[in-house]
């Protein structure tokens, strides 16, 4: 992985004439103080800061702004290059040198919010269900969630359920423990994200499967768009969405989860095409379901946004207010989500709208008499640390993480 992508920021410095094309197709870069300048202008301050120049706030930009879309891999480059990979090394090289400053996630430390919010969310039980790898010495699949979506441990715990329905011979292993590297190259930590991928593989690989099924599309773009062509990976990828479409007939369904729904799908899927028809194909097989397109969709879709927040949140704020409008033109009931990133992004602030927001695994789950609370939601939308330390107090008293570190990951997350 590190040689893979020392090697990749040589052939752009070879081979790019910053023509900015992948400017020029950036969702977020109109929306920054970026807007003004041309696509060619913003690639050669790019060009200047990576062969060696000083810092310049066009290549500030272009980095600390992506959302990791992943829009710029597909096919966008004449040359093949992988702006992605260019915006990460300007951030490692800007945090390197004292320039920016690190805003990455700590999903994996051993008391992350990740863990405690899942541990306050459901029983023990459910907790140790979600945060314990399978055993067994082999498997046909393996089903690895990631790591954002513990902050919403009711996903998890569904797709779980929906494998144990189907029937296959399936083994899980968590996320936190495991990573696949997006959690550090996101923020230009090279290293770290190529040990943590490295470590994740091998993990994997100990069960001998036929297939690895992620949910998370970030993983899934990451496995496709950047480990495959830096290691040999002896298991296919696929997508929770593209195993769970393949299986819907093994499902007891009923019309619970019927109406009007539209759906935003994990931009960056459809724009790579790792899976631009899973969701769709999980969701026209619900009994009762009337699927409205949004007017950008497919290959056309829009980001939510969440990418940026941590270094350009208006601009993100932007985005993700233009995408919710977009699904009131609609004038569905539901807005379903794929990521849990997207998820959470779009559930906290979508009181103004006449619609809901859910998942697409959580509709599945409804249809089957499965009924898990969206307690993420529910308690960014209450955004009272009392009260949510009450709602909880019955896993809370079951939670392995002091009472004091629970308290503190409730205040800076819901308030």
């Not at 992948?22 to 790019?46: E, F, H, N, W, Y």
């Not at 696949?180 to 993990?203: P, S, Y």
């Not at 619900?286 to 208006?314: D, Q, Y």
């Not at 985005?319 to 807005?335: D, N, P, S």
Request: glycine share 8%.
């Amino acid at each position: 992985m590190r040689r893979y992508y020392e090697n990749e920021r040589q052939r752009y410095l070879d081979h790019c004439t910053q023509c900015g094309l992948c400017a020029q197709c950036c969702p977020i870069l109109p929306l920054t103080d970026a807007g003004a300048d041309s696509p060619r202008d913003v690639q050669k301050g790019v060009y200047a800061f990576v062969s060696g120049g000083g810092p310049n706030p066009l290549a500030y930009t272009k980095a600390f702004a992506c959302m990791a879309c992943f829009k710029c891999t597909a096919d966008v480059c004449p040359e093949g290059l992988d702006p992605l990979l260019v915006n990460e090394w300007i951030k490692h090289d800007y945090i390197d040198r004292g320039l920016a400053h690190k805003a990455g996630s700590s999903a994996g430390d051993t008391a992350s919010a990740h863990r405690v919010l899942a541990s306050i969310q459901v029983s023990a039980e459910a907790y140790r269900r979600i945060t314990t790898a399978s055993s067994k010495p082999s498997a046909r699949y393996v089903f690895f969630p990631g790591c954002n979506v513990y902050f919403q441990p009711e996903k998890i715990l569904n797709a779980m359920d929906i494998f144990d329905a189907i029937g296959d011979d399936w083994a899980f292993l968590p996320g936190l423990d495991y990573c696949c590297g997006d959690r550090h190259l996101f923020t230009g930590e090279i290293d770290a994200g190529a040990e943590t991928a490295k470590a994740l593989v091998a993990a994997l690989a100990r069960y001998r499967p036929e297939a690895v099924v992620l949910w998370c599309p970030t993983c899934h773009c990451r496995f496709v768009q950047t480990l495959a062509r830096a290691m040999d990976l002896p298991f296919e990828v696929l997508s929770f969405p593209q195993y769970l479409a393949t299986n819907m007939a093994e499902l007891p369904l009923s019309h619970a989860a019927g109406g009007t729904i539209t759906l935003h799908e994990a931009c960056k899927s459809a724009y790579t095409g790792v899976d631009p028809d899973g969701p769709r194909a999980v969701l026209r097989q619900l009994p009762g379901v009337n699927l409205v397109e949004m007017a950008r969709h497919g290959k056309e879709t829009a980001c939510c946004g969440s990418g940026a927040i941590c270094w350009f949140p208006e601009s993100c704020n932007r985005i993700r207010e233009e995408r919710l409008a977009e699904a009131a033109q609609t004038g569905a009931e539901r807005m379903v989500t794929v990521c849990h990133y997207c998820n959470e992004t779009f559930a906290t602030h979508a009181a103004g709208y006449d619609f809901g927001v859910t998942s697409y695994v959580n509709l599945v789950a409804a249809a089957m008499g499965i009924h898990r609370e969206e307690k993420f939601t529910l308690y960014a939308s209450w955004g009272d640390p009392e009260r949510i330390l009450a709602d909880a107090a019955g896993p809370i008293a079951a939670s392995p993480f002091p009472y004091d570190r629970i308290v503190d990951v409730v205040q800076r997350v819901f308030c």
